[in-house]
C-alpha cells in the first residue's frame, strides 16, 4: 500500500508564484493609478504615526497616532528624490475618495 506524503514547506515553497519584490525597492510601497496619474502609496499604521500632518484632500489635520496613507508621485520630471520630497500624507478615506 502507498504511502500518503505530505508536502513540506520547501516544497510548497518551489511550487508557489514567485513574490513581487519591487514594493522593497520603493519602502513598501505599492503602485496606483488615482486621479489619471501613476502614484506610489503607502499605508502608515496608527503606531508608526508620530506627527501631525494636513491633508491635501480636506484641508483638515491628521493627528499623531492615526493611520493615513502617503502617496508620492511615481512620474515626477525632477525624478524619484525630487517625488519622495514632494510626498504628501492624506486620510485613508479622502484617498480612496479623491
Known sequence: MARNRRVN??????QAE???VTRLAYGGARKERHRGAEWFVRDIPAHRAEKVYRC?????????GQAHVVAWSA???F???AAVRDR???HA???RLG
Request: charged content about 25%.
Open 75 to 77: 512620474e515626477n520630471f
Open 18 to 20: 514567485p513574490r513581487d
Open 79 to 81: 525624478g524619484d528624490e
Open 93 to 95: 478615506h479622502c484617498w
Open 88 to 90: 504628501r500624507h492624506y
Open 9 to 14: 514547506k520547501y516544497q510548497r515553497a518551489a
Open 56 to 64: 491635501p484632500s480636506c484641508g483638515t489635520g491628521i493627528p499623531a
